[in-house]
């Protein structure tokens, strides 16, 4: 099965930034929206950021808007991550999976709607 490999997770302090990066191998994801995803332990699985696949339309929770930006570069098949004033409450394990049913963004991000799901990489923030 065709997997997102997710990676530039970390233990960091608050207020650190990270960049997370999403390779997709053997899938083209020219054409489709693509979202960041996370759990944290005992919750359910939340919508972080979409990006459209090629009309610069994002979407961005309520939690996260204003401190992280979501990127793409269709020439190397990738989409970027960048999380600024890292929170405790950002702990969680984050996915990345395209949305094989639109190639624009929308203002909820489903994750029924997204395929392709893979191992996540950590991301845990603490004092």
């Known amino acids: 099965q065709v997997q997102f490999v997710e990676s530039g997770g970390g233990s960091v302090q608050p207020g650190v930034s990270l960049r997370l990066s999403c390779a997709v191998p053997?899938?083209?994801?020219?054409?489709?929206?693509v979202g960041w995803f996370r759990q944290a332990p005992g919750k359910e699985r939340e919508g972080v950021s979409c990006?459209?696949?090629?009309?610069?339309?994002?979407s961005y929770s309520d939690t996260v808007k204003g401190r992280f930006t979501i990127s793409r570069d269709n020439a190397k098949n990738m989409v970027f991550l960048e999380m600024n004033s890292l929170k405790p409450e950002d702990t969680a394990e984050y996915y990345c999976?395209?949305?094989?049913?639109?190639?624009?963004?929308?203002?909820?991000?489903?994750?029924?709607?997204?395929?392709?799901w893979g191992q996540g990489t950590q991301v845990t923030v603490s004092s």
């Open positions: 999976a395209a949305n094989l049913l639109r190639s624009t963004c929308t203002a909820v991000i489903r994750s029924y709607e997204y395929s392709y």
């Open positions: 053997g899938f083209d994801l020219r054409g489709y929206a």
């Open positions: 990006i459209g696949s090629s009309d610069g339309s994002t």
